[in-house]
């Protein structure tokens, strides 16, 4: 749920300012809003959960397993490839939203294990 709900909702003003720009015919402007949302969110409310989380007694760690990893690595591949030109076309937005539905439905089923348990124990 906060994969998928939090960023949508969380971000409503960007999008809506990256879909009203494009559509006036400035596609490098509504690029520059969604890819700069996306790297304001990573700097700065990522870090910024992780220390409220050790102030409220509740430890979030940045340790992610290998599969969101991967994940996190072709996602990141992919934007690169989409805004490498700093043009767009439907089919590379349709590319990106195909994505974003695919690690939805895969991070949904996928079981998933705790990295940190392991750090907790020792063995």
């Known amino acids: 749920v906060g994969l998928i709900l939090l960023p949508i909702v969380g971000n409503a003003a960007e999008h809506l300012t990256a879909v009203t720009v494009s559509v006036k015919d400035k596609l490098d402007l509504s690029i520059g809003v969604a890819v700069g949302s996306s790297i304001q969110i990573s700097l700065l409310v990522i870090p910024f959960i992780v220390i409220l989380g050790w102030i409220i007694g509740k430890p979030l760690t940045l340790l992610f397993d290998p599969f969101e990893a991967v994940v996190l690595f072709l996602t990141v591949i992919t934007v690169n490839y989409v805004v490498a030109d700093g043009q767009s076309n439907w089919l590379e937005g349709m590319i990106l939203m195909c ?17 940190a348990s392991r750090l907790l124990t020792c063995s």
């Not at 994505?99 to 990295?115: R, T």
């Open 99 to 115: 994505l974003y539905v695919v690690i939805a439905v895969a991070l949904w089923f996928y079981p998933g294990n705790d990295p």
